[in-house]
């Protein structure tokens, strides 16, 4: 094969990949912006006859999806907010800190890693329930403050962090809450960063656990609002679309600005054992 | 204060967490598998019985259970290798020389994996219509005939791995990417001076280096896709005629919508059984063909 047509197929192949991957958000946005019916038609239109917001202005003043939105917003945020300060300070602890027991601890963590979720879910309803956390936004919240995929991305990165560092900061006579705050932190900014999308784009996408524990509509997240709408306003495929696009643009934009994060922390994740 | 101490401050509110909301009820799901907890139950704890292995004996004889395990495994035995071979097709080429606007490429191809499942679940739903979807209009421009995607129990399985192929492959092409990139150029040299042509280089150079990240990226991916769940329950409802119906999405159908906690328990486990046998059998496989 000549190097002018390898080069031409190997770039047209991507292209024809890139084309596949991102052709349905692009119709989405399109059709989002339709006036509600035109969709429908044969052939598919591609682009709006005439551009207009119609759709998001029924999508927030009429069906709600503001509060969906706000919701997401606020659950997230706590999520990972919360979920950082938990796992940031045990993966320290499993890094740099001894005490007896902990490679073995640290081991039955990972081991549960292969458990799946869902396994919990069924119990975990129930002890929500007689707590009385069901359909309230702390149901969603409270079991995501730690995960061990977090524990053990900041375990390993804080293994980097010379001991010496920290010996010389205790001969000092700084206490170990300064040293976590002043010293450790700051070297550990770049996990931080990372784990706080990862969690951030986890909690914004997750479906099954808010469907079960959100069980009114006034704490629905825009996933879970979206999946009712989807049922309720099947035909209108403008209005749904307008949704996904309320839905998918912050998580998208999100990863956009920090992709180098991101794309740093999933292969760090994947390097197990 | 002594390390120890401060240790265990530090560790607290993780582990609280994780063994509460985690490893307490993975623990009780199974001694929940082996009560008849059900709507009277919730109601009244006094109406809890202990049935032992019944809600897996009711299980084994439920033609449901069978059909939806067997839609899982269609969907794993066929989803995983298509997902694969595109993320392992997307990182050759973007390993590749010849490659123009390779960030470009990337973050287009990985752009799927950070959407909201629900969101493009939805989008799957207009494009693949059978009277106004895009898909069936290209179909028939192309001279073929429509197919009714999602109307058809043969058809809607199918469309569903298509949707989680084009949603996931992104993820495993970043890591296989980092993969391909740490082989060393010079096995390639070497290669080709010899005058080994890409196909064998790719054999005898690429896929050896590139074995432990495929098995582990490869395992990862079927237990993540036994797990199939939202996609049904968005694009389908589990139908038509019950064909998407996956074991999680009895699981949740059994536990939320018919209050059925004990039997749902029951698939969940079973379900983790069968994952963690099917994983394992995988696992030992790519060691002796490691080893071999």
């Known amino acids: ?273 | 204060m002594n390390t120890q101490r401060v240790a265990w401050l530090f560790l607290a509110p993780a582990l609280l967490v994780l063994g509460l909301f985690f490893l307490l009820p993975v623990a009780a799901a199974f001694v929940l598998s082996l009560t008849d907890y059900d709507l009277y139950a919730l109601a009244d704890l006094r109406h809890l019985r202990f049935v032992a292995l019944g809600n897996y004996w009711e299980l084994l004889h439920r033609p449901l259970f069978w059909s939806a395990l067997g839609h899982t495994f269609y969907f794993v035995i066929v989803g995983v290798p298509l997902s694969l071979a595109a993320s392992l097709g997307a990182a050759l080429l973007l390993n590749s020389p010849l490659a123009r606007m390779q960030a470009f490429f990337r973050t287009a191809l990985f752009a799927p994996v950070v959407t909201t499942v629900v969101a493009v679940a939805v989008i799957w739903r207009y494009l693949f219509n059978t009277k106004y979807g895009l898909v069936n209009y290209a179909l028939q421009a192309l001279g073929l005939h429509p197919v009714d995607w999602l109307g058809d129990p043969h058809w809607a399985m199918p469309t569903i791995i298509l949707f989680a192929v084009w949603k996931n492959f992104g993820y495993n092409m970043i890591i296989l990417l980092a993969g391909l990139q740490a082989i060393p150029p010079d096995l390639y040299e070497a290669a080709r001076i010899d005058g080994a042509s890409l196909a064998r280089q790719f054999w005898h150079i690429t896929l050896p280096m590139l074995r432990p990240t495929l098995t582990m990226v490869g395992i990862l991916t079927v237990a993540g896709y036994f797990q199939l769940f939202a996609e049904p329950y968005v694009i389908t409802e589990g139908g038509p005629l019950q064909s998407t119906v996956s074991a999680l999405f009895l699981m949740y159908e059994e536990g939320f919508k018919w209050w059925n906690l004990g039997a749902a328990s029951a698939v969940a486990f079973l379900l983790f059984v069968v994952m963690f046998a099917v994983t394992g059998v995988l696992l030992r496989l790519a060691r002796r063909g490691g080893e071999a």
């Not at chain 1, 989002?32 to 927030?60: C, D």
């Not at chain 1, 300060?85 to 320290?92: E, Q, T």
């Not at chain 1, 053990?152 to 962090?161: E, F, K, P, T």
């Open chain 1, 1 to 273: 094969m000549s190097p002018r047509l390898a080069k031409a197929l190997v770039n047209g192949l991507l292209l024809g990949g890139a084309a596949v991957a991102l052709f349905p958000l692009l119709w989405m946005l399109s059709v989002s912006f339709m006036a509600p019916g035109t969709a429908s038609a044969l052939p598919p239109p591609l682009l709006p006859g005439q551009a207009t917001l119609e759709n998001y202005r029924t999508l927030f003043v009429r069906v709600g999806m503001g509060r969906y939105l706000a919701n997401s917003l606020l659950v997230s945020s706590a999520i990972t907010l919360l979920a950082l300060a938990c796992n940031m300070m045990a993966g320290y602890a499993f890094a740099k800190l001894r005490f007896g027991g902990r490679e073995r601890l640290f081991q039955a963590l990972v081991g549960a890693l292969v458990i799946p979720a869902q396994v919990a879910m069924l119990p975990l309803f129930l002890l929500l329930k007689y707590i009385g956390l069901v359909n309230s936004f702390a149901g969603v919240i409270v079991p995501a403050m730690a995960t061990i995929f977090g524990v053990y991305l900041v375990r390993q990165y804080a293994r980097g962090i010379p001991d010496e560092l920290l010996e010389a900061a205790r001969i000092d006579g700084a206490g170990e809450w300064r040293i976590f705050a002043g010293i450790v932190l700051p070297l550990l900014k770049p996990i931080m960063v990372t784990l706080a999308i990862f969690t951030f784009l986890a909690a914004w996408n997750d479906f099954m656990w808010p469907l079960i524990v959100l069980t009114g509509q006034e704490h629905y997240t825009l996933p879970i609002g979206l999946a009712s709408l989807a049922r309720e306003h099947a035909q209108d495929t403008e209005l749904m679309m307008a949704g996904s696009v309320v839905t998918v643009l912050p998580v998208l934009g999100l990863f956009l600005a920090m992709q180098r994060y991101y794309l740093q922390g999933l292969l760090l994740g994947s390097v197990k054992g």
